[in-house]
């Protein structure tokens, strides 16, 4: 499902004296089976964009179109449910809206709600405590008596229960430790891979962006500033620093290694493992 925003303003408390203004003039595309991260300071307006993609904000200002249905200040309510059934949102700590008795209960809670039957909803929920690789005993137990990496993956599930063809993900690794963030973005890698689903990452890390992402959208003020692939935008220093952002940590090694040597390695190192092998030709050549 292809989405865009077109010439999108936001305001929230519109008319009042609160008046803010936390989007305006965006633009920007975000195509289908694409990985895109959105990157930006804390108040530059990622919260408010994403809250647009599934129709829980409609825009003050233009147009957000999310596969074929256009929505503006004027669309009606009835029409967004479809797009919240594809549009699925895991929001920052969602472990903290987890309530059911066991974590079967809570994973088929929202199809149910959407009419699906009973058997079909228990066979989605075993299936995606398989697939986010949570042991099957969790089935019946608390979501409330499991470490907070399971109770994560417990409410992940539980956005992923509806089938979305599109994933939205703000900051799903806050407050994890650097293993529990490694597997859970893998996990979504792999979702994004083997589902061919949509995947949008709110994030303030440079390094996922460059890992996972093949399409970034740098916000600034309110406004999408800066778009492109990873090598693009991560090869425009100056551009970044201009909206306080840095480049991932593999770059910066880079460049400090290009000065040290005196001449450039090819491409741009977006990960690691990539630096290492830049490296490592560098090194071989060198020996001849
Ligand atoms: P980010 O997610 O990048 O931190 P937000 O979308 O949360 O940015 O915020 C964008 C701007 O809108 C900020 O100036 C913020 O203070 C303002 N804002 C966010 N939520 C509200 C709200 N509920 N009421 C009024 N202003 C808000």
């Keep these: 499902m292809d ?14 004296p609160f008046e803010k203004r ?3 003039d965006v633009n920007a595309t975000i195509d289908s089976g694409s990985y895109t991260a959105i990157i930006g300071h804390t108040g530059s307006g990622k919260s ?6 599934n129709g829980l904000l409609k825009p003050s200002e233009g147009v957000v179109q999310i596969g074929n249905a256009k929505i503006s200040a004027g669309t009606k309510a009835k029409g967004l449910k479809d797009i919240r059934r594809n549009v699925g949102i895991v929001f920052q700590f969602p472990e903290h809206q987890l309530f059911e008795e066991t974590v079967e209960k809570d994973i088929m809670f929202g199809p149910m709600n959407f009419g699906v039957s009973e058997v079909e909803a228990r066979r989605r929920a075993h299936e ?8 099957p005993e969790v089935a019946q137990k608390s979501p409330f008596d499991l470490s907070g990496g399971q109770m994560r993956r417990v409410a992940i599930a539980g956005v992923l229960a509806f089938n979305p063809s599109v994933l939205v993900l703000d900051e799903p690794t806050a407050g994890l430790d650097p293993r529990g963030r490694k597997e859970i973005m893998d996990l979504f890698y792999r979702l994004h891979q083997q589902e061919k689903l949509t995947t949008i990452l709110v994030t303030h890390s440079m390094e996922d962006a460059a890992r996972y992402a093949d399409h970034l959208i740098i916000m600034h003020g309110g406004r999408s500033v800066m778009a492109g692939t990873p090598e693009e935008v991560f090869s425009d220093e100056t551009k970044l620093a201009e909206y306080r952002l840095g480049v991932p940590r593999s770059v910066k090694f880079q460049r400090d290694i290009e000065k040290l040597i005196g001449r450039t390695l090819p491409g741009l190192a977006l990960t690691e493992e990539q630096l290492a092998t830049a490296i490592a030709t560098a090194a071989k050549e060198g020996g001849r």
């Design 48 to 53: 408010t964009l994403l809250m647009h993609l």
């Design 22 to 24: 936390a989007l305006q």
């Design 128 to 135: 995606l405590i398989e697939l986010l690789g949570l042991p």
């Design 3 to 16: 989405i865009s925003l077109q010439q999108v303003g936001y305001l929230y408390g519109k008319d009042t």
